[in-house]
């Protein structure tokens, strides 16, 4: 059951109806802090990639989609995502270890 206002305005009354078909899933969200350089990403697209551009270390990278999931990434083959280094943009499109 779901509580929705009714038109008369104060009273609440429950209702089967959902308002939306379906809750945002915020489980694969990161909710840490981000380091400067990375301050700007998107937390539902944030995913930490190898960088083999010019840092080559551990960075935090932004995915070309919404975090599918660790096992997702997993399985997936090169080349169906994409990340992006923040620093110095380099483009990592091989999904091995990123989590």
């Not at 305005?9 to 109806?17: I, L, P, R």
């Not at 080559?56 to 997936?76: F, Q």
Request: hydrophobic share 30%; charged share 30%; with cysteine.
């Amino acid at each position: 059951m779901i509580m929705a206002e009714t038109s008369k305005g104060g009273a609440y009354k429950y209702s089967d109806c959902l308002i939306i078909e379906r809750p945002e899933d915020k489980s694969a969200e990161y909710g840490g802090p981000f380091p400067d350089y990375a301050r700007n990403a998107d937390r539902k697209r944030a995913v930490q990639i190898m960088c083999k551009g010019k840092w080559r270390r551990v960075r935090w990278g932004e995915i070309n989609a919404d975090y599918p999931g660790e096992v997702i990434l997993k399985n997936t083959q090169a080349h169906n995502f994409s990340a992006r280094c923040p620093k110095c943009g380099y483009i990592a499109k091989d999904p091995y270890n990123w989590y």
